[in-house]
């Protein structure tokens, strides 16, 4: 396990060679570094500590020619060792530096005072004096500043037990989510191909694992790892440099910028919704200005637009929305920084809070404003309850909130449940994943649906129910997995019950009424005037009740709208076993045996096959019932 400590500030005031006191290595490796005495390129080099820990120093370029570089290396530390020289005090790039740190978050760390074997003592404090005065009422106020010479040797001791106990009050990163690794380095190692190397952001890594790409979306096996510099690890985990060697990679496969992590986590988009705070030092950012925008170890082209206003004025914050001129790996909470296009210095930075967004529409930026309040406010409450807001009758689910606001699935659940026990919402188990819908839209479904049985019974007193496709009918908006839900929560409350082929109101009684008995019985009568040929469903006066007794099983339909009733279906059936038993019957002998036409038989055919109580084979008919 380790930490990650960035250097910072300005070019030629020390900062490799206190790395190198500091660990014994070199961080700057390239030829080209050492023949000009400049750091070019990220450098990379540990110090053990006595724990059995490690620090991991990124050595980042002074130069402002290299300040991309500077900003990918520090896009992933856990806190600043900045370097000033003695005997020049704090420069332009010390300035910059210190604005991309506190821009990034980064606002721990300790001030190396070097070069203190080329100024005496009142040099010493004039320059520390100067560092306090800059640091004074700002995020940095109150940090360390240690006096050290790298060629003499003088407080580097101190410096090292200080670097050591702000690892350890430091601590280890949050480990259990899901892996992702920022790269900044990408190299060809002969005998073992593309090698990747970054800071592990979150999660861990095995020998073994597969990884996704991104951009690009390739999925690659972990083959061999390096943390911090130890090849006899396979697990690495958040907060570790590491290096990885991954099966099938090539070097034209990925770029700094990219991004490995757990399959299915990362997100590229072409569009952030952010938070964004200017610098004093910088000029008004208009609509549509062009931006570098730097995030993770990313820099790509963008246009800025400003959200609800026309411009972010020097020293404030506001919402933007940057549409990028290339996609970039992004995820809400993920840190920024925003330099000019030209000249490129820095001008502020801040924090994504929504990828893949709409354009700005100035008829939709209150609604923009306050759906970005909610996202900027962190609470999780808060962030769910708008997003439910605006999902429709679709809801939400825990996966859907996990990849859009990127907390971890664990707190968004316990989010939801508690909303659920407070009555804000309804949680639904909808096969294996988990919905949920305002409890005021599912309420306003379920009374709807009550609403709509008692509306039946109310034209039809007499009938059984509602069909079990009739739900569905009635909340037609709906998703199937809604509905299923509103008529689960009835049926537990006790508000609706299954009753074979119907769903009815508990409180409705299967019994007829007994007002309706005289009327069922005239209608049973007048149905039974028609013997075997029956009756026509128009002939009788009221439908709606022959209709419920349909229903009910008393009358039955046959083909046609001919209503006999289910005593003479029965009778007829047994009948016909007993004379017919085994051999079945044909048409002609059915007409014969009911004495009706052979248009009246064909319709009894049909319904005693209907109702599985014969079955068709050849021009005969064989009773099933026994």
Same mark, same amino acid.
């Given at each position: 396990m380790g930490v990650i400590v960035g250097t910072a500030g300005h070019i030629d005031h020390g900062k490799s060679q206190l790395v190198k006191y500091l660990t014994g290595s070199d961080p700057d490796r390239l030829k080209e570094e050492k023949e000009r005495g400049i750091t070019i390129e990220l450098g990379y080099v540990f110090m053990p500590t006595p724990n059995g820990g490690i620090i991991s120093f990124i050595d980042v370029p002074g130069h402002e020619k290299f300040i991309r570089q500077m900003v990918a290396g520090t896009a992933t530390v856990d806190c600043f060792l900045l370097v000033v020289a003695a005997d020049e005090g704090i420069m332009p790039q010390t300035r910059e530096h210190l604005d991309i740190l506190k821009l990034l978050g980064v606002e721990k760390g300790i001030v190396a005072l070097t070069k203190c074997d080329l100024v005496d003592d009142e040099m010493q404090e004039l320059v520390e004096s100067e560092i306090e005065e800059y640091f004074e009422d700002s995020v940095f106020s109150g940090t360390p500043v240690y006096r050290v010479s790298s060629i003499t040797g003088i407080g580097m001791e101190e410096l090292r037990k200080v670097l050591v106990q702000l690892a350890e009050d430091k601590g280890q990163r949050y480990s259990e989510g899901r892996f992702r690794l920022d790269i900044d380095r990408v190299f060809v190692l002969e005998g073992f191909g593309t090698i990747i190397g970054g800071t592990a952001v979150s999660g861990c890594v095995s020998v073994g694992d597969e990884l996704e790409l991104q951009p690009g979306g390739g999925k690659y096996r972990v083959r061999e790892m390096r943390v911090n510099a130890n090849k006899d690890v396979s697990t690495g985990v958040a907060g570790d440099r590491i290096a990885l060697n991954l099966v099938g990679l090539e070097k034209h496969d990925v770029l700094r910028g990219s991004c490995v992590a757990e399959p299915g986590y990362l997100q590229?988009?072409?569009?952030?919704?952010?938070?964004?705070?200017?610098?004093?030092?910088?000029?008004?950012?208009?609509?549509?200005?062009?931006?570098?925008?730097?995030?993770?170890?990313?820099?790509?082209?963008?246009?800025?637009?400003?959200?609800?206003?026309?411009?972010?004025?020097?020293?404030?914050?506001?919402?933007?929305?940057?549409?990028?001129?290339?996609?970039?790996?992004?995820?809400?909470?993920?840190?920024?920084?925003?330099?000019?296009?030209?000249?490129?210095?820095?001008?502020?930075?801040?924090?994504?809070?929504?990828?893949?967004?709409?354009?700005?529409?100035?008829?939709?930026?209150?609604?923009?404003?306050?759906?970005?309040?909610?996202?900027?406010?962190?609470?999780?409450?808060?962030?769910?309850?708008?997003?439910?807001?605006?999902?429709?009758?679709?809801?939400?689910?825990?996966?859907?909130?996990?990849?859009? &606001?990127?907390?971890? #699935?664990?707190?968004?659940? *316990?989010?939801? +449940?508690?909303? !659920?026990?407070?009555?804000?919402?309804? $949680?639904?188990?909808?096969?294996?994943?988990?919905?949920?819908?305002?409890?005021?839209?599912?309420?306003?479904?379920?009374?709807?649906?009550?609403?709509?049985?008692?509306?039946?019974?109310?034209?039809?007193?007499?009938?059984?129910?509602?069909?079990?496709?009739?739900?569905?009918?009635?909340?037609?908006?709906?998703?199937?997995?809604?509905?299923?839900?509103?008529?689960?929560?009835?049926?537990?409350?006790?508000?609706?019950?299954?009753?074979?082929?119907?769903?009815?109101?508990?409180?409705?009684?299967?019994?007829?009424?007994?007002?309706?008995?005289?009327?069922?019985?005239?209608?049973?009568?007048?149905?039974?005037?028609?013997?075997? &040929?029956?009756?026509? #469903?128009?002939?009788?006066? *009221?439908?709606? +009740?022959?209709? !419920?007794?349909?229903?009910?099983?008393? $009358?039955?339909?046959?083909?046609?709208?001919?209503?006999?009733?289910?005593?003479?279906?029965?009778?007829?059936?047994?009948?016909?076993?007993?004379?017919?038993?085994?051999?079945?019957?044909?048409?002609?002998?059915?007409?014969?045996?009911?004495?009706?036409?052979?248009?009246?038989?064909?319709?009894?055919?049909?319904?005693?096959?209907?109702?599985?109580?014969?079955?068709?084979?050849?021009?005969?008919?064989?009773?099933?019932?026994?």
């Open positions: 590229v988009k072409g569009s952030l919704d952010t938070t964004l705070t200017l610098l004093e030092t910088a000029k008004p950012l208009k609509k549509y200005q062009r931006v570098r925008l730097h995030t993770g170890t990313a820099e790509v082209m963008a246009r800025a637009v400003p959200v609800g206003s026309e411009i972010i004025n020097p020293g404030t914050s506001g919402y933007v929305h940057f549409q990028l001129e290339t996609p970039v790996v992004a995820l809400p909470g993920d840190r920024f920084v925003v330099r000019n296009y030209s000249p490129s210095i820095t001008i502020g930075g801040g924090r994504i809070l929504e990828g893949g967004t709409r354009k700005v529409r100035k008829k939709y930026a209150p609604e923009r404003t306050s759906h970005l309040m909610a996202l900027e406010s962190g609470d999780t409450e808060s962030l769910l309850e708008e997003m439910l807001e605006h999902s429709g009758v679709e809801g939400i689910t825990l996966r859907g909130a996990e990849k859009s &606001t990127s907390l971890p #699935a664990d707190d968004i659940m *316990n989010t939801l +449940l508690e909303m !659920a026990a407070k009555g804000k919402i309804e $949680l639904i188990d909808e096969s294996s994943a988990h919905r949920a819908v305002t409890k005021s839209q599912f309420d306003c479904a379920s009374a709807r649906l009550v609403s709509s049985f008692a509306s039946h019974y109310k034209t039809n007193p007499i009938s059984p129910g509602l069909r079990l496709t009739a739900p569905s009918r009635i909340l037609k908006e709906y998703p199937q997995w809604f509905c299923k839900a509103v008529l689960n929560k009835l049926i537990e409350s006790s508000e609706l019950e299954k009753r074979d082929e119907w769903y009815a109101l508990s409180r409705h009684s299967r019994e007829i009424p007994s007002d309706y008995l005289e009327a069922v019985d005239d209608m049973i009568s007048r149905v039974e005037t028609g013997e075997n &040929t029956g009756v026509s #469903a128009g002939e009788l006066e *009221n439908s709606a +009740l022959a209709v !419920a007794l349909t229903e009910r099983g008393i $009358l039955c339909e046959l083909d046609g709208g001919v209503l006999v009733t289910s005593e003479r279906a029965g009778t007829l059936i047994v009948k016909l076993i007993e004379s017919f038993g085994e051999n079945g019957f044909s048409l002609g002998e059915l007409r014969d045996f009911l004495g009706v036409s052979r248009k009246i038989a064909l319709k009894w055919a049909e319904f005693f096959d209907s109702r599985g109580w014969t079955l068709r084979k050849g021009d005969k008919r064989i009773c099933k019932l026994s």
